[in-house]
């Protein structure tokens, strides 16, 4: 093709026949792709370098030149797109893009997408998976096995916490979206009773719309499906903690600084709620001494909820997916608007 296509600031297609194609840079690909997926379909639209990881030090180095940037967990600043002055377009490899200034963006006519809806099934999954271990231990149990300890049972059959059946139970969802609303669809399919706190009600009939205090109170599981934003930081505090039924559990497959970590970490280890499951922390990796490290009756996964293949594969689809809608004039899953171009 001998036409470059490349994006002008107000978001218009330009055709430069003399110009040079698009510059894309992933800045830290390899938790989507770690290598069991390509990134070969970014050439369509230029050059494109993918990075593993970068360092704080190096995005600056990695980014300069790029018209395209994506980003998993790399921060991107006011202070950085004031030296990336090629910068057009920000994708975020993830649903949650608080990664991003996007006011700064949108002020420099600076397009911010995300990936909205590609791993609903597994964190959904991964939700079910955390409370069963909470509730029948699978993994504790199949460990004692491992380690001699059924061998050295004088019975044919020992349990190491006291086993409990979901049907029955009150299911809390805080936040109703796609993860919280297939959240409720597999709660319901255990029998389980489902309380839903939300900013916006809907109209489904098979769930109970509560005040979220409501829900704490009265829910024997409460899983987190909301965004993180200045409103929803610590949420889950002392307060509410104190709220919830000494028989409760607490799940968090969203983000980490959701929860007073602290605080959780007394209510578990003081036995005021019997456990908690949580894919997300406040700082990932967590640091060595983080209280939940060594709490009580707490399981914690590495942040592996969006992880199976299956949803990093919509994940790299949709982003390139995103770039190729921009490039036509068209973009989707915009999560700001700008200031030239009205998006």
């Given at each position: 093709m001998t036409d470059r296509i490349a994006m002008d600031r107000d978001g218009r297609k330009a055709i430069l026949r003399e110009g040079k194609a698009l510059r894309i840079v992933v800045l830290d690909g390899h938790t989507a792709n770690p290598g069991d997926l390509s990134w070969d379909a970014l050439q369509e639209f230029g050059s494109s370098r993918v990075y593993d990881r970068t360092p704080k030090d190096k995005v600056r180095e990695r980014a300069e030149g790029a018209d395209i940037l994506l980003?998993?967990?790399?921060?991107?600043?006011?202070?950085?797109?004031?030296?990336?002055?090629?910068?057009?377009?920000?994708?975020?490899?993830?649903?949650?893009?608080?990664?991003?200034?996007?006011?700064?963006?949108?002020?420099?006519?600076?397009?911010?997408?995300?990936?909205?809806?590609?791993?609903?099934?597994?964190?959904?999954?991964?939700?079910?998976?955390?409370?069963?271990?909470?509730?029948?231990?699978?993994?504790?149990?199949?460990?004692?096995?491992?380690?001699?300890?059924?061998?050295?049972?004088?019975?044919?059959?020992?349990?190491l916490i006291p086993q409990r059946e979901?049907?029955?139970?009150?299911?809390?969802?805080?936040?109703?979206?796609?993860?919280?609303?297939?959240?409720a669809e597999l709660a319901l399919a255990f029998g389980m009773d489902v309380l839903v706190a939300t900013r916006k009600p809907g109209e489904e009939k098979r769930v109970t719309f509560v005040e979220p205090d409501v829900l704490f109170s009265q829910g024997d599981v409460v899983s987190l499906h909301c965004p993180l934003t200045p409103r929803t930081e610590k949420m889950v505090d002392e307060r509410r903690l104190g709220l919830m039924k000494p028989s409760s559990f607490l799940i968090n497959t969203a983000r980490g600084p959701l929860i007073d970590e602290n605080a959780l970490a007394r209510a578990l280890n003081e036995g005021r709620i019997a456990g908690a499951a949580l894919d997300v922390l406040s700082s990932e990796p967590p640091p060595a001494g983080h209280p939940l490290l060594s709490a009580r009756n707490c399981v914690i996964t590495p942040h592996l909820a969006w992880a199976t293949l299956a949803a990093r594969k919509r994940l790299v689809e949709t982003a390139i997916a995103n770039i190729r809608a921009w490039v036509e004039g068209n973009p989707v899953n915009v999560v700001n608007q700008t200031e030239k171009s009205g998006r």
């Open positions: 980003t998993n967990k790399v921060i991107l600043n006011e202070d950085l797109m004031d030296v990336l002055p090629a910068l057009r377009y920000i994708g975020v490899l993830a649903t949650g893009y608080n990664v991003v200034d996007t006011a700064a963006a949108a002020s420099r006519g600076i397009i911010v997408t995300n990936i909205p809806e590609y791993s609903t099934a597994s964190v959904a999954q991964l939700t079910f998976a955390l409370l069963l271990e909470l509730a029948r231990g699978p993994g504790l149990h199949a460990r004692a096995v491992r380690e001699g300890k059924w061998s050295a049972s004088p019975d044919f059959s020992f349990h979901l049907s029955g139970l009150t299911f809390g969802i805080v936040g109703f979206g796609r993860i919280g609303k297939a959240v």
